[in-house]
């Protein structure tokens, strides 16, 4: 799509997750790096943050979870997308895809970031799979996208990120097939998620635990997992049928060096 001066708009990523501070957690070193790459940068958070509260109405904690979000999103200079579910109601209904449907048409990302298929928490799941569906049926005329948009063509790479935790709903380690070294934003990976102080409060008060240590913590286990970065974002990528023309791997050409591709992880796909 052609930019404003007639130059060619940028590539773009849009990062889905289900909850306001999710991308933070698990993705937003990634798409930090894309950013200083020159792509344009977007962020969705499917639910509201009404349940990530010790007290305080609802409609006073969903103000305050999205105000952050929008802050952390200005941050790094990406674009903010509203939800429009519940907490603990993201479902994966035709209306919910054709709402995200809406945005990835008007964005028309080049890499798609998405949670991982086997996270713990079932919001996790459902927005993982309402983005896959609707990456999917970008193209499609006659499904409805709501608002109305028209459909689009072009190839999309969606990349999943690791479940939180690192394990998988029956407790199983999940490896990644690529690792993205975030140790040179690791910092404005935390700043991103301390604009969410309201979460991190409730956090502390109700778990016991640093917000912002949990999130360190986890980047590190996933450096030491790729054997060679301290801190790193771990990402596997999905099956290209339906969504691109062949199994490239934009992320890793955007990212060059910082990028390992785990060999082992991907000769174990098997060959025909």
Sequence with gaps: MPAPGGQAAPPAALAIAAHPDDVEFMMSGTLILLGQAG???HCMHLADGRCGSAGGGADE?????????RQACELIGAHYHAGFARDLEVYHTTEAVGRVLAVIRRVRPRVLLL???DDYMEDHVNACRIGVTAAFARGMANFPAIPQTPPIAGDVTIYHALPYGLRDPLRKLVRAGLYVDVSEVIDRKRAMLAAHASQRRWLESSQGVDYLEMMATLCRQV???SGRFE???GWRRRNFLGF???DGDPLA???GRRCLVDEEFE???GAL
């Design 253 to 255: 050409e955007a990212l």
């Design 39 to 41: 792509w344009a940068m």
């Design 267 to 269: 000769a174990a796909r």
């Design 61 to 69: 904690t969903v103000a305050n979870r999205v105000a952050e979000a």
């Design 223 to 225: 450096g030491r997992m």
């Design 115 to 117: 949670h991982a298929p």
């Design 244 to 246: 691109s023309a062949d």
């Design 231 to 233: 801190v790193a974002e």
